[in-house]
């Protein structure tokens, strides 16, 4: 919501690096994650930083983080039509998840 | 084996009816949580429970109330439905301190 902003929507090309940006409020967020929904899906969790990191690579995922302007970058290298889903960035405080509110990401041939 | 379940998975009713949905997990977690995703794909969390106590609950009308039998399972009951109910709902665990989440499948509901 709004403690948590993310841009709506992203189209790439397939083979494409995609990069999908959120910043956030809480300055106390102990981690920081990127979570996918494919449709009619729950959420997984793809990839989460510690706030006291400032990046993170898993395979294709780079999370990039800049506590200083509260900003969370997820890059997805090489782009394939199976990464088409929602991307969630959110933040936690103890028990509780904040959620934006997504980025629809659209792989095009 | 499936880590967190949720049944039904679909669940069609009528204004001012009480409904129930099932959660389940069989990951040993401590900590279970309710979200509401709304027609924008919006997520919040409506409640959340450790160890079958309540530990977070948002600003959620008091028609809803989740019940917590044992720390495997939270129920989500909602009582005299209305047409803003329409939503998916999500069913999560975690170990303590939300460290990492793991959500089930959804339960879409619809009020008519």
């Known amino acids: 919501g709004e403690d948590v902003e993310q841009s709506l929507f992203l189209s790439v090309r397939e083979g494409d690096s995609s990069v999908i940006n959120c910043t956030y409020t809480?300055?106390?967020?102990?981690?920081l994650y990127w979570y996918k929904q494919e449709p009619g899906a729950g959420l997984q969790l793809l990839t989460y930083?510690?706030?006291?990191?400032d990046m993170k690579q898993d395979q294709r995922l780079t999370v990039l983080l800049n506590k200083k302007d509260k900003h969370l970058s997820l890059r997805i290298a090489d782009t394939q039509t199976g990464d088409s889903a929602i991307y969630f960035c959110?933040?936690?405080?103890?028990?509780?998840?904040?959620f934006g509110a997504g980025t629809t990401v659209t792989v095009r041939a | 084996d499936t880590a967190v379940s949720q049944t039904p998975k679909y669940l069609v009713t009528q204004m001012g009816n009480d409904k129930s949905i099932k959660c389940e997990q069989n990951?040993?977690?401590?900590?279970m949580y309710w979200y509401k995703q709304d027609s924008k794909k919006f997520l919040k969390i409506m409640f959340s429970?450790?160890?079958?106590?309540?530990?977070i609950n948002e600003t959620v009308p008091n028609r809803f109330s989740p019940k917590s039998p044992d720390k495997a399972h939270l129920n989500l009951h909602i009582n005299s439905l209305e047409l803003g109910d329409s939503a998916v709902y999500f069913c999560a665990s975690s170990r303590r301190g939300a460290y990492e989440q793991y959500f089930g499948p959804g339960t879409r509901l619809t009020v008519t």
């Open positions: 429970y450790n160890n079958k106590e309540l530990i």
């Open positions: 990951l040993g977690h401590d900590t």
């Open positions: 809480d300055s106390s967020s102990t981690y």
């Open positions: 930083i510690f706030s006291n990191m």
């Open positions: 959110a933040e936690s405080n103890d028990y509780k998840l904040s």
